[in-house]
């Protein structure tokens, strides 16, 4: 049973910094493709960043946060992290970490291709 949990949001004001965690349970990140994702108050959820599935070495970024945001993973931890600088109010939204085998080709950026989902970390910026 695979469990992915998430800590480290809260409320911060523009230009301040942030670390989000995402533990896992039940697996490793070996051969998963993992990612993060964002939902703002009605709005759909959006992906933000992932690693790629052999080594952790390769992210990918949306353009919203690159250059601000850094993901990066801990296999003997188990653990995903998100460091988030220079945070602006419109990056306010609850924070997701997924995960889904890795399939083999490059790992997905849409929400309904994960399988395994954390229940969300609140961020919010002022």
């Known amino acids: 049973h695979v469990q992915l949990v998430e800590s480290g949001g809260g409320s911060v004001q523009a230009g301040g910094s942030l670390n989000l965690s995402c533990a896992a349970s039940?697996?490793?990140?070996?051969?998963?493709?993992v990612a993060w994702f964002h939902q703002a108050p009605g709005k759909e959820r959006e992906w933000i960043a992932l690693?790629?599935?052999?080594?952790?070495?390769?992210?990918n970024y949306a353009d919203s946060v690159k250059g601000r945001f850094t993901s990066s993973r801990d296999n003997a931890k188990n653990t995903l992290y998100l460091q988030m600088n220079s945070l602006k109010p419109e990056d306010t939204a609850i924070y997701y970490c997924?995960?889904?085998?890795?399939?083999?080709?490059?790992?997905?950026?849409?929400?309904?291709?994960?399988?395994?989902w954390g229940e969300g970390t609140q961020v919010t910026v002022s």
């Open positions: 039940g697996t490793t990140f070996d051969d998963y493709c």
């Open positions: 690693i790629d599935a052999d080594d952790g070495s390769r992210t």
């Open positions: 997924a995960s889904r085998p890795f399939a083999g080709v490059t790992c997905p950026k849409y929400p309904s291709a994960y399988e395994y």
